[in-house]
């Protein structure tokens, strides 16, 4: 049984940059999309980028299109999300999360494999 294990969040100032990261432990997610999504506490899941197992098709949200990439490299099982420019907005708990198939997308029903989430916390 697999297992995802969120790291890189923390605390930071406005306009700074984090890059979380996101280990694929004991089966392989080479074959999955992949994607992270954001939670406060109470709400539901917001989408932020997923990206295909082969790492040639990303999507990314809207509003953090031009702020937030999102990578992949299969062949140590590990999952990036660079964030740029923070705002305190985007102070959350974020999750990286598996997909069904092997395409990523921004539906939260596809995804069925999740870690615990690593708290980002901006301040203004």
């Known amino acids: 049984q697999g297992q995802l294990v969120e790291s890189g969040g923390g605390l930071v100032q406005a306009g700074d940059s984090l890059r979380l990261s996101c280990a694929a432990r004991?089966?392989?997610?080479?074959?999955?999309?992949l994607a992270w999504f954001r939670r406060a506490p109470g709400k539901d899941r917001e989408f932020l980028a997923s990206?295909?197992?082969?790492?040639?098709?990303?999507v990314l949200a809207d509003h953090v299109k031009d702020r937030f990439t999102i990578s992949r490299d299969n062949a140590n099982n590990m999952l990036y999300l660079q964030m740029d420019n923070l705002k305190p907005e985007d102070t959350d708990v974020y999750y990286c999360?598996?997909?069904?198939?092997?395409?990523?997308?921004?539906?939260?029903?596809?995804?069925?494999?999740w870690g615990q989430g690593t708290q980002v916390t901006v301040s203004s």
């Open positions: 004991g089966r392989l997610f080479s074959n999955n999309g």
């Open positions: 999360e598996a997909a069904r198939q092997t395409y990523g997308s921004k539906n939260a029903g596809d995804y069925n494999s």
């Open positions: 990206i295909g197992w082969k790492a040639d098709s990303t």
